[in-house]
């Protein structure tokens, strides 16, 4: 797998989280988790920078790639890491084009592009 596609943003954490979830919600996706890495951290004692991962999606996509090949669902649905760091809030996400080469999905590029579009956007929205 080649390296996380990775955006700066320019706002706050807390913009940029609130900003995802808006875009999200705006496209009729559902955000079926979040996973506060930090608050996780802080639960154990330890200390960690603002960190959380967003999952969203559609079954409309995501089934019939599934349907191809069961085994991608341990991709699905779409995820989004959110961090803080030294320089700046920062946006992640693996381009799902990258799941072709794992799994069976023949004659579901165009799902693949959608999904790839879509997260650049996403990112974009809460950069």
């Known amino acids: 797998m080649s ?18 979830l808006a875009a999200i919600e705006s496209r009729g996706l559902q955000v079926f988790a979040r996973i506060d890495h930090a608050a996780g951290a802080r639960t154990a004692g330890l200390e960690l920078a603002d960190e959380e991962v967003v999952i969203f999606g559609s079954p409309l996509a995501g089934t019939p790639l599934m349907g191809s090949d069961p085994r991608v ?29 794992t799994y069976d999905l023949a004659g579901h590029e165009q799902t693949l592009d959608g999904m790839s579009r879509l997260l650049a956007a996403l990112a974009a929205a809460a950069g």
């Open 73 to 101: 669902g341990i991709e699905l649905p779409l995820r989004m890491l959110v961090w803080q760091d030294a320089d700046g809030v920062r946006l992640g996400y693996r381009d799902p084009h990258e799941l072709a080469g």
């Open 3 to 20: 390296d996380m596609v990775v955006i700066s943003s320019s706002l706050s954490y807390g913009e940029a989280i609130a900003r995802l």
